[in-house]
């Protein structure tokens, strides 16, 4: 089993530390860890936020564990240059179009939520969301028109990027509670009619899950008003980018969410992957320590469970996590005093007490 990680910037190596100590303290047998720059320490020292070797190092690995990447001193450099093209070049290079994002509540900590506690406990949910297409990747460009400058973006999805990304939700969905809600702008969009028609062709393979459909503006208010009813959700990339947000916020903060980008490629053990947090490399408190390692920690379990097929260790991860966080070992994050370390530290106690 092979791990190529990533550390990258800001917060990215202290929590990515904490996450190795976790991944250590479960003694592994034949694991190998190659470690390579990415992002605005990249580009200090190789003159590339993903360079060659990292794209080859991560290729090679059977899973990446990535941190964060941005750098306020690379604010000014020319697009490519910049360290968020790491990330999004790994992306592409790797094939990952399918982003698991997990939001579930926390024992205990229901009053970080926005929403009201009752409903904060009872969200448990995934949203899964296309990586690759939709109006990012679509033709785009400014024009001259009647109302001054114009821009215009091309949407588009084909039946083929559809269906890849739905068999992913579908098998996820089928690993969960056995229900899929599938997003779209049916009403006015052509590529969410193409979108629908193909997610329920496919669903005649996954009789087992009971699929729904949704429109966005309807689904963005049914996440605040009742988001238990939810359990997988599957949608393009733009409105992928806005639910998961949404997703994460109503859970509360933003060190404890992780994510898993997926493609097509397997590995011997299960499906090739790269885990980060869904944080960024949170500059304004880098190196003092404050950060959460939980978000890196619950990576690391999406990483054993997705890509090297150890379910049992990822679920004692994350057993040891809501065993800490209920132990009040809490970031100043959470409204306590304890150090990414301390926090750690914590979790793998944990970790060993239930070994
Ligand atoms: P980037 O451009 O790298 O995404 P950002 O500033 O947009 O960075 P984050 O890095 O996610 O976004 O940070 C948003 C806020 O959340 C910051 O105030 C940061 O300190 C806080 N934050 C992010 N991650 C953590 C964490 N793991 N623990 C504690 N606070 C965090
Ligand atoms: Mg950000």
């Given at each position: 089993m092979k791990i190529a990680v990533l550390p990258g910037d800001g917060i990215g190596p202290e929590v990515t530390r904490?996450?190795?100590?976790?991944?250590?303290?479960?003694?592994?047998?034949?694991?190998?860890?190659?470690?390579?720059?990415?992002?605005?320490?990249?580009?200090?020292?190789?003159?590339?936020?993903?360079?060659?070797?990292?794209?080859?190092?991560?290729?090679?690995?059977?899973?990446?564990?990535?941190?964060?990447?941005?750098?306020?001193?690379c604010d000014t450099l020319p697009r490519e240059h910049r360290p968020e093209q790491a990330?999004?070049?790994?992306?592409?290079?790797?094939?990952?179009f399918a982003n698991l994002r997990p939001a579930a509540g926390f024992p205990g900590l229901e009053d970080l939520s926005p929403l009201k506690p009752e409903l904060a406990r009872g969200i448990d949910l995934l949203v899964v969301r296309e990586l690759n297409g939709d109006v990012y990747f679509g033709d785009k460009g400014e024009r001259d028109s009647a109302g001054g400058r114009e821009g215009w973006d091309d949407m588009s999805y084909n039946e083929a990027e559809v269906r890849r990304i739905a068999h992913s939700a579908f098998r996820a969905a089928q690993k969960r509670r056995k229900k899929l809600t599938s997003v779209d702008k049916a009403n006015v969009l052509e590529t969410s009619r193409i979108w629908r028609e193909t997610v329920i062709e496919l669903a005649g393979e996954y009789p087992d899950v009971e699929?729904?459909?949704?429109?966005?503006?309807?689904?963005?208010?049914?996440?605040?008003?009742s988001p238990g009813q939810f359990d997988v959700i599957v949608t393009g990339n733009l409105f992928g980018d806005i639910l998961s947000d949404q997703a994460s916020?109503?859970?509360?903060?933003?060190?404890?969410?992780?994510?898993?980008?997926?493609?097509?490629?397997?590995?011997?053990?299960?499906?090739?992957?790269?885990?980060?947090p869904i944080h960024g490399s949170a500059p304004d408190i880098a190196g003092q320590g404050k950060a959460n390692p939980v978000a890196a920690i619950l990576s690391l379990a999406m990483l054993l469970r997705h890509s090297l097929g150890r379910d049992a260790d990822a679920n004692r991860i994350e057993r040891a996590v809501a065993a800490s966080l209920s132990s009040e070992v809490r970031g100043a994050d959470l409204g306590g005093s304890a150090s990414t370390q301390e926090?750690?530290?914590?979790?793998?106690?944990?970790?060993?007490a239930t070994a």
């Open positions: 904490e996450a190795l100590k976790v991944l250590d303290a479960l003694a592994l047998p034949q694991l190998t860890l190659f470690e390579g720059d990415v992002g605005g320490i990249a580009y200090k020292r190789h003159g590339h936020p993903l360079p060659a070797e990292t794209l080859e190092m991560a290729r090679a690995a059977d899973a990446v564990l990535f941190g964060a990447v941005g750098d306020p001193e990330i999004l070049g790994l992306r592409s290079e790797l094939g990952l699929l729904d459909h949704m429109y966005v503006d309807n689904a963005a208010m049914q996440l605040v008003r916020a109503c859970v509360g903060s933003i060190g404890l969410l992780a994510s898993a980008s997926l493609g097509e490629r397997t590995t011997e053990f299960g499906t090739f992957g790269l885990y980060e926090i750690g530290d914590a979790i793998v106690r944990h970790l060993q």
